[in-house]
Structures are given as structure tokens and as C-alpha cells.
């Protein structure tokens, strides 16, 4: 089982960007997912998740009205766009799937933002 995080890069404060989550190994269509972060020498924090349908969302505070996320189960993928980016949204970015209790069991290897002012 394995989560594929990508879409990271530089980008200039107020641009966009599009991360995706790739499953692979088995379905996740039945499962919640959600993102993380984690600035340099900080906690990994909460930013968003999902219910197996979509029809349910959750977000930080801190990115509410400016990220929104996605999934597409016949693809097995999660998305996450981000608008109006900020140079506190520089972090590393993971995907999760499957929650248990307040823990998620699959992790993906993170993929890079860097905002610039």
C-alpha cells in the first residue's frame, strides 16, 4: 500500500497550487482521507480532510476559504488545491487515508511548498 504525494513546488505568495494523492496497492474509496503539514521545526498540523464520498469536508482555520479539497475514487486520488498562498503555508505537505480513532494508518512520504514573499 502506498500514498504518492505530488504537485509541491516554489510558487510567489497569492499563486495557486494543485497537490495530489495517489493510492496505489489497494482502494481507499471507502475510507476518509485528509492532509497534514509540517513547517520546519514545527508539529505536523491538521489542514484538511474528506469522507470516502466527498460529501463531507473539514479545514483548518488557517486555510479555509482559500484550500479545497477533492477526491476522484476512480482514481483512487485525493486532491488538494490551494489559492491565495501564503508564506506561512510553506511546509512539507502529507497525504493520509484511513482514519482509526483519532490516528491515520497510511501516511504518504510528503511533498514540498515553498512560498516566497
Known amino acids: 500500500v502506498q500514498l504518492v504525494e505530488s504537485g509541491g513546488g516554489l510558487v510567489q505568495a497569492g499563486g495557486s497550487l494543485r497537490l495530489s494523492c495517489a493510492a496505489s496497492g489497494r482502494t481507499f474509496s471507502n475510507s476518509p482521507m485528509c492532509w497534514f503539514r509540517q513547517a520546519p521545526g514545527k508539529e505536523r498540523d491538521f489542514v484538511a480532510s474528506?469522507?470516502?464520498?466527498?460529501?463531507?469536508?473539514s479545514y483548518a482555520d488557517s486555510v479555509k476559504g482559500r484550500f479545497t479539497i477533492s477526491r476522484d475514487n476512480a482514481k483512487n486520488t485525493m486532491y488538494l488545491q490551494m489559492n491565495s498562498l501564503k508564506p506561512e503555508d510553506t511546509a512539507v505537505y502529507y497525504c493520509?487515508?484511513?482514519?482509526?480513532?483519532?490516528?491515520?494508518?497510511?501516511w504518504g512520504q510528503g511533498t514540498q511548498v515553498t512560498v516566497s514573499s
Open positions: 474528506i469522507s470516502w464520498s466527498g460529501g463531507i469536508t
Open positions: 493520509a487515508a484511513e482514519s482509526a480513532g483519532s490516528s491515520w494508518l497510511y
